[in-house]
């Protein structure tokens, strides 16, 4: 994966430059074919059109990249249809996947297996960064369920914290850019689509986003609640006031 996004990030280096050596090409030749300001000026009109359409070219080339990812899809995504995506997507690279969720993570959404190696995966679809707490949930399952490495997806990014600690911690980060990176190797019918998940798996005002259980009613020292039928397994809470 790391390759990949290497390449893509060296196809836009290499066309910005190219823009850039165009606008010196075509602003010095105006001058030195004429030997006059207008010239310049001409030279530097071309090559600005130039810059333009090439760097249109290049946004282009991403909003299509992203498109065929369907990370739009995964960014309104919540937690329990992230982690049936992400199970069809490991699987879909060989893995066998299971979503540990609903009968209690002790740290891990779901957990994959190849080739006799068995990895732990804890997905954060998020808003914001991810920070140290995913990483050290996840470094706690390794032992748990006797992994051998563990994995955090999410479709964000993560605090320089979370980078650092996972580094010393075996596990593994995979960002927004990874997660894209994963979804377009894929054969595209390999796996339902992200649209196709949510609608796999709908969430309603009365469902768990982390669990996918049933919200019920609770009484607690500041009032009613909702929260999830499945606690202490998943300990999800919402207010009165967000049903």
């Known amino acids: 994966m790391a390759r990949r996004r290497s ?13 850039g050596i165009s ?7 105006g001058y030195f074919i004429t030997r006059s300001i207008y010239g310049l000026v001409a030279g ?20 299509e990249r992203l498109k065929r990812s369907g990370i739009a899809d995964i ?5 329990i249809q992230f982690e049936r995506y992400l199970g069809h997507l490991f699987r879909a690279q060989g893995y066998k996947s299971e979503v540990t969720k609903a009968a209690g993570d002790y740290g891990a959404d779901l957990l994959i297996q190849k080739d006799g190696k ?15 707490k995913a990483v050290q949930e996840a470094q706690a399952a390794i032992a748990h369920y006797g992994a051998s490495e563990a994995w955090v997806v999410s479709n964000s990014d993560y605090t320089a914290a979370a980078y650092e600690l996972a580094q010393s911690n075996r596990v593994q980060l995979i960002n927004r850019e ?9 054969n595209p019918d390999a796996a339902p689509t992200p649209k196709a998940v949510i609608a796999e798996v709908p969430v309603d005002e009365f469902t768990c986003p982390r669990c996918g ?14 929260g999830c039928s499945s606690f202490p397994k998943c300990r999800h809470t919402k207010p009165m006031k967000a049903i």
């Not at 390449?7 to 823009?19: H, I, N, P, V, Y």
């Not at 009109?45 to 070219?57: G, H, T």
């Not at 068995?118 to 140290?132: C, H, L, M, P, T």
């Not at 259980?213 to 909702?226: E, I």
């Open 7 to 19: 390449k893509e990030k060296r196809e836009e280096e290499f066309f910005q430059g190219l823009a």
């Open 23 to 29: 606008a010196m090409i075509f602003a010095l030749g």
């Open 44 to 63: 530097v009109a071309i090559a600005f059109a130039i810059v333009i359409l090439i760097m249109r070219f290049i946004d282009n080339k991403r909003a």
């Open 75 to 79: 960014d309104n995504m919540e937690g």
């Open 118 to 132: 068995k990895i732990v995966v804890q997905a954060k679809r998020y808003n914001k960064n991810v920070g140290i």
């Open 178 to 186: 990874a997660l894209i990176e994963m979804v377009l190797a894929m």
């Open 213 to 226: 259980s049933r919200l019920v009613l609770r009484n607690g020292p500041r009032g009613q609640f909702y």
